[in-house]
C-alpha cells in the first residue's frame, strides 16, 4: 500500500511523465522517415541547382510534392490542429518571401531554408527537444554556407542542410 | 472501474514500464531499446522487471529474429491493462480523497 496521499502523487506524475515520455519517442520514430524524405529532396534539388541550374526547379517542385505527400500521409500529427496551422502559416509566408524577393535564387534558397529550420525549432517547442537541436542544425549549416563558402552555396544546402535533415531522420527513426 | 492497489505494478520502474505500454495506441508493443529510454533502466534491471511483470501475466513478451540479433517486443495485455487501471484508479482516490477533506 502506499503511504501517503503524496506517495501516490508522485506515482500519478511519474505516470504521466512516462506516457508523455512514450507519446514523444512515438512521434519521433514516426518523423524519422518524414525529415528523410524532406532531406533527399534537399540534397537532390541543391546538388541540381549547383551543376544543372536549368533542372533545378523541376526538382524541386517533383520532390516537393512528394515530400509533402508522403508528409500527410505518415505524420503522427495531422490531427493536431496547432502543427497543421503553424506549417500553413510558415508555407505561406515562403510562399509571399519567395514572391517579394524574387530575381535572387539564392537568396530565395537561403530564405527558405532558414525558415525551414525556424519551423523545425518551433515545432520541437511543442512536440519534442530533438526537433529543436535539428532546426538549430540546418540553420547552422545555412549560415556556415552563406557566408563561409558563398560560392558553392547550393552544393552547401544540398549536402549541410539536407545532410542534416536525413541524418536526423535517421537517428529519429530509431528512437 | 474498480480501484484496487497492485504491489507488482507499484514498483516506481514496472509502474513506468505499464504507462508506457498502456499508452500505446491498440496495444501495439514496444521493443527493449524504446522501454530502455522510457523507464532509464540499465538492460539488466529492464530484464528482470519484464520478467517479473510477464510472471504475473501483466506482459507478453515477444522475440523477433533481425539477421543474427533478435528484437525483443513487449505489449500490455488485457489482464495488465486491467490491473494498471485499477492501480492508477485506487492512487488517484487517495489523492482525490485529501483534496476533497
Same mark, same amino acid.
Given at each position: 500500500?502506499?503511504?501517503?496521499?503524496?506517495?501516490?502523487?508522485?506515482?500519478?506524475?511519474?505516470?504521466?511523465?512516462?506516457?508523455?515520455?512514450?507519446?514523444?519517442?512515438?512521434?519521433?520514430?514516426?518523423?524519422?522517415?518524414? #525529415?528523410?524524405?524532406?532531406?533527399?529532396?534537399?540534397?537532390?534539388?541543391?546538388?541540381?541547382?549547383?551543376?544543372?541550374?536549368?533542372?533545378?526547379?523541376? !526538382?524541386?517542385?517533383? $520532390?516537393?510534392?512528394?515530400?509533402?505527400?508522403?508528409?500527410?500521409?505518415?505524420?503522427?500529427?495531422?490531427?493536431?490542429?496547432?502543427?497543421?496551422?503553424?506549417?500553413?502559416?510558415? $508555407?505561406?509566408?515562403?510562399?509571399? #518571401?519567395?514572391?517579394?524577393?524574387? $530575381?535572387?535564387?539564392?537568396?530565395?534558397?537561403?530564405? !527558405?531554408? /532558414? /525558415?525551414?529550420?525556424?519551423?523545425?525549432? !518551433?515545432?520541437?517547442?511543442?512536440?519534442?527537444?530533438?526537433?529543436?537541436?535539428?532546426? #538549430?542544425?540546418?540553420?547552422?549549416? !545555412?549560415?556556415?554556407?552563406?557566408?563561409?563558402?558563398?560560392?558553392?552555396?547550393?552544393?552547401?544546402?544540398?549536402?549541410?542542410?539536407? $545532410?542534416? /535533415?536525413?541524418?536526423?531522420?535517421?537517428?529519429?527513426?530509431?528512437? | 472501474?474498480?480501484?484496487?492497489?497492485?504491489?507488482?505494478?507499484?514498483?516506481?520502474?514496472?509502474?513506468?514500464?505499464?504507462?508506457?505500454?498502456?499508452?500505446?495506441?491498440?496495444?501495439?508493443?514496444?521493443?527493449?531499446? @524504446?522501454?530502455?529510454?522510457?523507464?532509464?533502466?540499465?538492460?539488466?534491471?529492464?530484464?528482470?522487471?519484464?520478467?517479473?511483470?510477464?510472471?504475473?501475466?501483466?506482459?507478453?513478451?515477444?522475440?523477433?529474429?533481425?539477421?543474427? @540479433?533478435? @528484437?525483443?517486443?513487449?505489449?500490455?495485455?488485457?489482464?495488465?491493462?486491467?490491473?494498471? @487501471?485499477?492501480?492508477?484508479?485506487?492512487?488517484?482516490?487517495?489523492?482525490?480523497?485529501?483534496?476533497?477533506?
Amino acid at each position: 500500500m502506499t503511504d501517503s496521499d503524496q506517495d501516490a502523487r508522485a506515482a500519478l506524475d511519474m505516470v504521466a511523465q512516462s506516457r508523455r515520455r512514450a507519446t514523444e519517442y512515438r512521434d519521433y520514430a514516426a518523423a524519422g522517415p518524414i #525529415l528523410m524524405a524532406w532531406g533527399l529532396t534537399w540534397i537532390a534539388a541543391n546538388v541540381t541547382a549547383q551543376f544543372a541550374p536549368s533542372m533545378a526547379n523541376w !526538382v524541386w517542385m517533383g $520532390g516537393i510534392a512528394a515530400s509533402v505527400l508522403f508528409t500527410i500521409i505518415s505524420s503522427p500529427q495531422r490531427g493536431n490542429g496547432r502543427i497543421i496551422a503553424t506549417i500553413s502559416t510558415a $508555407g505561406a509566408f515562403a510562399i509571399l #518571401l519567395l514572391a517579394m524577393i524574387h $530575381g535572387d535564387a539564392r537568396i530565395q534558397n537561403a530564405m !527558405v531554408a /532558414l /525558415l525551414v529550420a525556424a519551423v523545425y525549432v !518551433v515545432v520541437g517547442i511543442w512536440t519534442g527537444v530533438r526537433l529543436v537541436w535539428i532546426g #538549430l542544425a540546418v540553420a547552422v549549416a !545555412v549560415i556556415l554556407g552563406w557566408f563561409v563558402f558563398p560560392a558553392w552555396l547550393y552544393l552547401w544546402l544540398g549536402i549541410g542542410g539536407g $545532410g542534416a /535533415l536525413f541524418l536526423s531522420g535517421s537517428w529519429l527513426r530509431k528512437a | 472501474m474498480s480501484a484496487a492497489f497492485n504491489e507488482t505494478i507499484h514498483q516506481s520502474t514496472r509502474l513506468k514500464l505499464m504507462a508506457a505500454l498502456d499508452a500505446e495506441p491498440g496495444g501495439g508493443a514496444l521493443d527493449f531499446a @524504446r522501454l530502455k529510454a522510457i523507464s532509464e533502466a540499465t538492460d539488466g534491471n529492464l530484464g528482470a522487471h519484464l520478467n517479473t511483470l510477464d510472471s504475473a501475466g501483466f506482459v507478453v513478451i515477444a522475440k523477433e529474429p533481425i539477421g543474427k @540479433r533478435t @528484437r525483443t517486443l513487449v505489449a500490455i495485455s488485457s489482464a495488465g491493462r486491467a490491473a494498471f @487501471r485499477a492501480h492508477i484508479a485506487y492512487l488517484q482516490e487517495m489523492v482525490d480523497a485529501v483534496s476533497n477533506r
